[in-house]
């Protein structure tokens, strides 16, 4: 069983940034990929970034991100506090939603293979 609980979202000007945190229950949470997706009112959950197992390495592990915010948004991991960060700068309004973070067995780009969920937090971004 893992637990999720984010934090760090915020309402934020265009061009800003911020740091999301994701911090996780659980002894084996340095053995799932973690995954950021994000829900926008009226719009269905979309992918954000992900996060492989990293292994014997306490701050790596494959990276994958959308295209819409790749370059903008960093997603990293580190096993040793049990606690996945995205670092989202140049923000822009489209980037309004509902962030939540998840884990799952094996990295993937479908909310749908995620095993476990964090309750979101809102990222609002004005124009």
Do not use: H
Request: proline share 2%.
């Amino acid at each position: 069983q893992v637990q999720l609980v984010e934090s760090g979202g915020g309402l934020v000007q265009a061009g800003g940034s911020l740091r999301l945190s994701c911090a996780a229950s659980g002894r084996t949470f340095s053995s799932y990929a973690m995954g950021w997706f994000r829900q926008a009112p009226g719009k269905e959950r979309e992918f954000v970034a992900g996060i492989n197992w990293s292994g014997g390495n306490w701050s790596g592990g494959t990276t994958y991100y959308a295209d819409s915010v790749k370059g903008r948004f960093t997603i990293s991991r580190d096993n040793a506090k049990n606690t996945v960060y995205l670092q989202m700068n140049s923000l822009k309004p489209e980037d309004t939603a509902v962030y939540s973070c998840a884990a799952a067995s094996t990295p993937n780009r479908s909310y749908r293979v995620y095993d476990y969920w964090g309750q979101g937090t809102q990222v609002t971004v004005s124009s």
